[in-house]
C-alpha cells in the first residue's frame, strides 16, 4: 500500500483542519481520525455544531440503536437540504433560487431511506426491494462488462489516460442511469444534476454563485422526473421508475409523488458519485503497486476482497450522521438530545481495536466487516450493486492493461474539496 494512505504517514492534524478543508488533510485525513480516537472518541466539535465520533464499537452501537438516534439528517448540515433551510429566504439570492429551496423544503418532508426512521424506512425499504434483488443486480454483470470493454477499447494508445472521465465515471452513471430510463444523450446533464446533489457535502461554507448553480440544477432533476414519472404511469416500461409506481405492500399505501422523487435523489447520488470514488481508489492503488496488480491478475477471486479492502481504507463517504432522539450515552460521554452526531466510519474502518494492521491492505485474509455501507436496518441499498460494478470493471481493467502506472506525481493528486466524500475528480494512468 503507498505510503501516503498510512496514518502514521499522513500530516499532523486536528479535526477541526479537516473541517477546515487543509487539503493534505482532506487528502489524507487518516492521521488526524487517528489523533481523535485515541484523545477524544467522543467529543463536541464547535466548528461542526455537533458531536464527533471515531471508535468502531461505539459508532457501530449507534448504527444498530434507531430508537435512540435518529436519520433525519442524514446528509449532513451542507448537503442541500441542510442548504436550503439557509438560504430560503436570503434576499441576496435570486428568487428562483429561493423558490427551489423551497420546493427542496416541501420535498423533503418526505423522509426517504436514508433519512427515514423505523417504522417508515421499513416500508419503503420493502416497497423498493424489488428493484435492487440479488438477481435484478445479477443480471447487470454483462452490462457492465460490456460497457468496460468498450471504455478500455477507447483508451488512447499513445500516452496516458485521465481514468475518471475516460473509465471510473462513466461505468456507474450509465448504469444507475439505465436503471432509471435515462437515454444516453442525456448523460451529461445527468452528471450536472449528481454534482449538484453532492457539491454541498462535506464543505461548510459556498459563495452565492455555486448556490445559485446548484439549486439550478436540483430544480431541473425535479422537473425532469416528476414529467418521466408521469409518463411511466401512462406507459409502464422494464425500468426502476416503473417498479418504482408499481410496487405495492398489502396494508400499505404506495409511495408518493415526493417519496419517489426523494428516493431517485438518492439512487442517483449513491450510484454514481460514491462508486466512481471506490473505483478511482481502486486504480489508484493498482497503480502504485505492480505486485498488487500482478497477485490479482493471477487469482482474479481476490478482487471481492480487494474491492472490500480498498472500501474500508478509503471508504468515498468518510462519514454518517445522526441526531439524538433523547439524552443518550456514546462510549461513556453523554450526548444531549437533539444532538448532532457525526459518526466517523472511515476512522472505524482502522481502529486497531478491531483490524490487525489496520493501515494496511490485505486481499488474503478475511476482515472483519468494514463500515463504509453503515450497518444493521439503514444498510446500503446499493451495496451488492457498487462491489459487482468495481469487480467485473477491475478484472476486465486487469485482464486488458498489462501494466498499470501513474503518469502524474502522487503528491499532485487532488481530491474532492469534502471531509464527507473522499476521491479524486482526476487520476492520470498509462495502461500500456
Not at 52 to 62: E, F, K, P, S
Not at 102 to 117: C, H, P, Q, T, V
Not at 171 to 190: E, H, N
Not at 269 to 277: D, H, K
Request: glycine share 6%.
Amino acid at each position: 500500500m503507498t505510503d501516503t494512505a498510512r496514518a502514521g504517514t499522513c500530516p499532523a492534524a486536528t479535526f477541526d483542519d479537516l473541517l477546515a478543508l487543509r487539503e493534505d488533510v482532506v487528502r489524507c485525513p487518516y492521521g488526524a481520525y487517528e489523533t481523535q480516537r485515541t484523545t477524544a472518541p467522543v467529543a463536541y466539535s464547535e466548528r461542526l455544531g455537533g458531536w464527533v465520533v471515531t471508535r468502531h464499537n461505539d459508532i457501530l452501537a449507534v448504527l444498530r440503536d434507531t430508537e435512540k438516534f435518529s436519520n433525519r439528517l442524514a446528509s449532513g448540515p451542507s448537503s442541500v437540504s441542510g442548504l436550503a433551510q439557509k438560504i430560503v429566504e436570503d434576499d441576496r439570492l435570486p428568487e428562483r433560487t429561493r423558490k427551489a429551496a423551497a420546493r427542496r423544503m416541501e420535498l423533503s418532508k418526505s423522509r426517504i431511506l436514508l433519512f427515514a426512521d423505523p417504522p417508515l424506512h421499513k416500508r419503503q425499504r420493502s416497497l423498493v426491494n424489488a428493484g435492487f434483488t440479488p438477481k435484478r443486480v445479477a443480471e447487470l454483470d454483462g452490462t457492465v462488462e460490456e460497457l468496460a470493454s468498450g471504455l478500455i477499447s477507447g483508451f488512447p494508445s499513445d500516452g496516458p489516460v485521465d481514468i475518471v472521465p475516460a473509465f471510473t465515471h462513466p461505468i456507474p452513471m450509465t448504469i444507475i442511469a439505465r436503471m432509471l430510463g435515462v437515454p444516453t444523450s442525456k448523460l451529461s446533464v445527468f452528471k450536472s444534476w449528481s454534482d449538484a446533489f453532492t457539491r454541498g457535502v462535506g464543505a461548510l461554507d459556498h459563495d452565492n454563485d455555486a448556490i445559485i448553480e446548484m439549486f439550478d440544477r436540483v430544480d431541473e432533476f425535479y422537473d425532469y422526473f416528476t414529467e418521466e414519472l408521469n409518463k411511466r404511469r401512462e406507459n409502464p416500461v422494464d425500468d426502476l421508475l416503473s417498479d418504482l409506481l408499481a410496487a405495492r405492500l398489502d396494508g400499505e399505501e404506495p409511495l408518493s409523488e415526493a417519496e419517489l422523487l426523494q428516493m431517485l435523489v438518492q439512487f442517483l447520488v449513491a450510484g454514481n458519485e460514491t462508486t466512481t470514488n471506490l473505483l478511482t481508489s481502486c486504480v489508484w492503488k493498482l497503480a502504485t503497486e505492480p505486485e498488487l496488480q500482478q497477485q490479482l491478475r493471477d487469482d482474479p477471486d481476490a478482487i471481492a476482497n480487494f474491492v472490500d479492502e480498498v472500501l474500508r481504507l478509503e471508504s468515498p463517504v468518510q462519514g454518517i450522521w445522526r441526531v439524538a432522539v433523547t439524552d443518550v450515552e456514546i462510549g461513556g460521554t453523554t450526548v444531549p438530545a437533539d444532538s448532532l452526531i457525526y459518526l466517523v466510519t472511515g476512522s472505524a474502518n482502522r481502529d486497531p481495536e478491531v483490524y490487525n494492521e489496520p493501515d494496511e491492505l490485505d486481499v488474503e485474509q478475511t476482515r472483519a466487516r468494514h463500515l463504509s455501507f453503515g450497518r444493521g436496518e439503514h444498510a446500503c441499498l446499493g451495496m451488492n450493486l457498487a462491489k459487482l460494478e468495481a469487480k467485473v470493471a477491475l478484472g476486465l481493467l486487469l485482464e486488458r492493461c498489462p501494466n498499470i502506472t501513474l503518469a502524474q506525481s502522487d503528491d499532485d493528486l487532488v481530491f474532492h474539496r469534502s471531509f464527507v466524500l473522499h476521491g479524486m475528480g482526476s487520476l492520470l494512468v498509462s495502461v500500456a
